[in-house]
């Protein structure tokens, strides 16, 4: 008789567990199907959005410099970088100015303002060529 129990109770535990490893895989197919849509989801539009075209655009490549103008001359500046570090940045006619959501043009940088650099280096480590210049 306590053998018949234990059976029974083995092929109970055995089968509840079968179903519970069918219902999973049955809901991982079922899931499959379904797309994620990011319009079903509040928080993919508050902190997953990707940043609007215009602060840096995607296209330009190259390196990034951040700080403080220390100096202006005529077709160059001198940026003083967190470090302390000061790097020559160097313009050209194909360099974009932006300030805020405007463009701006060479005689907005003055000593003193907060810029961002996005450019090359040159062959010297101290020199950038400037491609986009956002000041701040």
Excluded: C
């Excluded at 470090?83 to 974009?96: A, P, S």
């Amino acid at each position: 008789m306590k053998n018949k129990d234990f059976y029974k109770g083995l092929l109970l535990g055995v089968g509840v567990i079968l179903l519970v490893i069918f219902s999973f895989f049955a809901g991982l197919k079922i899931g499959q199907r379904r797309v994620f849509d990011k319009r079903y989801s509040p928080m993919f539009h508050q902190f997953l959005r990707p940043p609007k075209e215009g602060f840096i655009p995607r296209r330009f490549q190259g390196h990034g410099l951040v700080g403080v103008v220390d100096s202006v001359s005529k077709e160059s500046f001198v940026v003083k970088n967190r470090w302390g570090e000061l790097v020559t940045v160097l313009v050209d006619k194909d360099t974009q100015y932006k300030s805020g959501n405007k463009n701006a043009n060479f005689s907005d940088i003055k000593k003193g303002k907060n810029v961002m650099i996005i450019g090359e280096p040159k062959e010297k480590e101290v020199e950038i060529i400037a491609k986009i210049i956002r000041i701040f």
